[in-house]
């Protein structure tokens, strides 16, 4: 097994001189492409021009596109080796030519986006554009929001000044700091803010209340400083949305995510109507830790623990069997990632913390990062991330402007996978053990559900009172977080200094109405599992499903398979599920 990224198959350094030459190639095939397309408007008219032109455009985006290889190379890189100040200096000194060809080249699809309505309607119909549908469907969709060329330039322009560079010094600022731990020996140890939740969630409460008072001091000498950086990226949207014209803070997501917005309210509402479970949940964690109630920063403490290691190999087989169970293309494709060195397994200074998949199309490798540190959770997380990773893959098949997913179901693979990888271990432990896993199972599907449609609902109402007010000190950005998190969390978990604080570490929110897609996500994911349970053949409703990609919209995705995701019963089954198991737990659990 290889267990490092094997990132030659990409450059076989960052000294490759490959690398410069790609980004020349990139440069010349952008800049022909431009001359030949920029001064005329034949495309916009004539459907078989059009034809031609998507072609040619997809080809460039699939062969070179903007520096993608070059980009993609230094990505990776930076991923294992953060601390680099040589890749860091490439990577800005790339990003700088990357945004000059993205405007020189934006013209095409925002003019294609502008052609008239009665022509939209014209070239939709049209079955040479079959091909693109959806595609061109979705720039017609965001055109109204859609402003000039040159006045697009200036919004890409600003964007690393208005909003990345603030969201980064924050992060930064925070990964750099350290604090004092204690651990359940009583020693005394030094480690950094990322590493805190460890701590936080250890089973011994003199462990986490120790480092919990250390935290809450480093969050306190930094909520200053979150509150101008919230309140910049908040008024640069508003701005922007503002000249766009948009109606609501949250559409231009919901339309880059291709959901309807009735979807979305269909499912927070089902979902805000269902919080009781999540606080009957926390009542319950509240009792077996023999607490009154739990502090903000216990809501993730360990419930018992399974002590057994699980090393990477061991690991990688348990997630590869049940992937072959479930279907023997799954396994093929684990196989070739973990033969080619598309998994960068081990922590190591300087890489970073967490874990990811990501992929750029058919033509280049698909890579996951994972930091395995023989725990449980580390063998989910490999079946998450190949779950993604699975995804991918079947989402290249399609065109190259077809390829990837939807956010709204990035979490499906991942969730599906994991859920089935959780079953089979359970399968083989003692009583008190299920319990545990099953404790841990509700946990996450809290976590992904209802706290995310909490913090969304945070984002709506952060957002809509800024609005309002021009400004929001940190106690008013604190108090309408504490409100929504109080909605799920429920009275068994006390509104104390943590949670007015937990807005600032909470990277999400910086990203926009983001976190719905975890609950839509691990809910689809529900749905199709139960499919499968019901019944091994309907594997392939599964399959159909990460095949489509971005060829239609989710809510066509599933019409497709007579499932209709904008009524309330759809996302109500998985909820069901939910509230079953923990009835069960309610009744059963004893430690």
Not at 75 to 93: C, P, V
Not at 142 to 166: A, C, G, P, Q, R
Not at 299 to 324: D, H, W
Not at 489 to 512: A, C, N, P, Q
């Amino acid at each position: 097994m290889k267990t490092d990224w094997n990132l030659e198959l990409l450059y076989k350094n960052i000294s490759d001189k490959q690398i410069e030459r790609d980004i020349q190639k990139s440069k010349e095939a952008v800049n022909t492409f431009v001359k030949k397309w920029k001064y005329t408007d034949e495309y916009l008219t004539n459907p078989n021009t059009l034809l031609n032109a998507l072609k040619e455009y997809e080809k460039l985006m699939e062969d070179i596109g903007v520096c993608t290889k070059p980009s993609y190379f230094i990505f990776l890189n930076r991923a294992i080796d953060q601390e680099s100040t040589e890749l860091k200096s490439k990577e800005n000194i790339l990003h700088q030519i990357c945004l000059k060809l993205e405007n020189n080249i934006q013209f095409f699809l925002l003019n294609i986006s502008k052609i008239p309505k009665e022509k939209q309607y014209i070239f939709l119909n049209d079955p040479t554009l079959d091909r693109y549908h959806h595609f061109l469907k979705t720039l017609f969709d965001t055109s109204k929001y859609i402003l000039s060329d040159s006045e697009e330039k200036v919004f890409n322009i600003k964007s690393k000044t208005s909003h990345s560079n603030w969201i980064n010094m924050l992060s930064e600022l925070l990964s750099k700091q350290t604090l004092e731990v204690k651990d359940e020996e009583g020693k005394l140890k030094t480690i950094s803010y990322n590493e805190v939740s460890k701590y936080l969630d250890n089973k011994d409460k003199d462990v986490r209340d120790f480092v919990a008072k250390n935290f809450l001091s480093i969050n306190k000498r930094y909520e200053e400083i979150a509150e101008f950086e919230i309140n910049s990226v908040l008024e640069d949207k508003s701005i922007s949305d503002t000249y766009r014209k948009v109606p609501t803070p949250q559409t231009t997501r919901l339309l880059a995510d291709d959901m309807q917005e009735d979807v979305i309210e269909t499912l927070r509402n089902t979902v805000i109507e269902n919080f009781d479970i999540s606080k009957r949940f926390y009542k319950l964690k509240a009792k077996i830790l023999k607490q009154e109630k739990l502090a903000y920063y216990e809501r993730n403490v360990n419930v018992g623990e399974i002590e057994l290691k699980y090393p990477f190999e061991n690991s990688f087989k348990q997630v590869e069997n049940t992937f072959n169970m479930l279907d023997t293309e799954f396994s093929d494709i684990l196989n070739t990632f973990i033969s080619e060195g598309r998994y960068d397994v081990y922590p190591k200074k300087g890489k970073d913390g967490g874990a990811f998949c990501i992929g750029v199309g058919s033509k280049y490798p698909t890579y996951i990062l994972l930091n395995h540190n023989e725990r449980l959770q580390d063998v989910l997380t490999i079946a998450h991330e190949s779950g993604h990773g699975i995804h991918t893959e079947y989402s290249n098949k399609q065109n190259y402007l077809n390829q990837g997913y939807s956010t709204a179901c990035a979490e499906v693979a991942s969730t599906f996978f994991e859920d089935f990888v959780l079953e089979e271990i359970t399968k083989g432990l003692p009583k008190k053990e299920k319990t545990i896993l099953q404790l841990k199972s509700i946990e996450q599907d809290v976590s992904s559900i209802f706290r995310q449609i909490a913090c969304y609902n945070f984002e709506l109402q952060l957002h809509k009172q800024f609005r309002e007010k021009g400004y929001l000190s940190s106690k008013e950005i604190s108090d309408i977080f504490v409100k929504e998190m109080s909605s799920y969390l429920g009275e068994y978990v006390s509104k104390d200094e943590h949670m007015r604080l937990g807005w600032i570490y909470w990277s999400h929110i910086r990203t926009f109405f983001y976190t719905y897609s975890y609950a839509s996500g691990l809910l689809i994911s529900k749905y199709l599992q139960k499919k499968v349970r019901e019944n091994p053949q309907n594997i392939d409703y599964v399959k159909t499903f990460f095949r489509a990609g971005n060829s239609k919209s989710p809510k066509e995705i599933f019409q497709d398979m007579e499932i209709d995701i904008s009524k309330k019963e759809f996302w109500l089954e998985g909820i069901k599920d939910i509230n079953e198991n923990l009835s069960l737990l309610e009744t059963d659990v004893q430690f």
